[in-house]
Structures are given as C-alpha cells and as structure tokens.
C-alpha cells in the first residue's frame, strides 16, 4: 500500500483544514488507517484512527471533539477534518494503514506528511 497524504498548509487559529491520504492498492479496505503527528524534537503523536470499515474510531483524548477521521473505500481515500485549529496543532501530519490501534508500531505503511501550520 502506498500513501498520499495531502492537504496541509497554513492557516490562522480558529480556522479548519482537511487532509486526505490517497492510497494505492486493492487492499486498502483491508486495514485500519490512522494519522499521526509530529513536531521537531518530539516524537509522532496519535491523533486518530479509524477501523476497516469506518465503523469504529479513536482520538487522542485531547483532539476530541475538534478533530473527526473518515474514510471513504470506494475512493481509497481517508480523511482528517481539523477545526478550531490551534497554534499547537502546528505538525507534519502524517497517515498510516496497519491494525486498528493508537501505537504508531501497529501500522506497516505510511505516507510521506503533510505540513499543516497554525498562526496566532
């Protein structure tokens, strides 16, 4: 499986972005796809996840409520509708498809991020 992610870019505090992950492959409705973020210096941060068949998601405790994965299987496509964006939102965000968990160990493949920049 490869993955695309897209969709980052700069935005001021308050405002929303949606990423996508374009996956190549006929087995992409097979696996669990998650985003992940990262800073400099720190290490990738859990941020969602959705299971196979969306039926099932997790979120990192504090996101909830601003943050909302789906996925759609006919379009191989996966996505993070990102609200009331904040300056610590501030990461290269990144998509995965493995197991349905919140650990970046369970997922095989990843994408290669995608900027997203919030301004006070």
């Known amino acids: 499986v490869q993955l695309q992610a897209s969709g980052g870019g700069l935005v001021q505090a308050g405002g929303s972005l949606r990423l996508s992950c374009a996956a190549s492959?006929?087995?992409?409705?097979?696996?669990?796809m998650g985003w992940f973020r990262q800073t400099p210096g720190k290490e990738r941060e859990f941020v969602a996840t959705i299971s196979w068949g969306g039926g099932s998601t997790v979120y990192a405790d504090s996101l909830k409520g601003r943050f909302t994965i789906s996925r759609d299987n006919t379009k191989n496509t996966v996505y993070l509708q990102m609200n009331s964006l904040k300056p610590e939102d501030t990461a290269v965000y990144y998509c995965?498809?493995?197991?349905?968990?919140?650990?970046?160990?369970?997922?095989?493949?990843w994408g290669q991020g995608t900027k997203v920049t919030v301004s006070s």
């Open positions: 995965a498809a493995g197991f349905y968990g919140t650990n970046s160990h369970e997922y095989m493949y």
């Open positions: 492959g006929r087995t992409f409705s097979s696996y669990a």
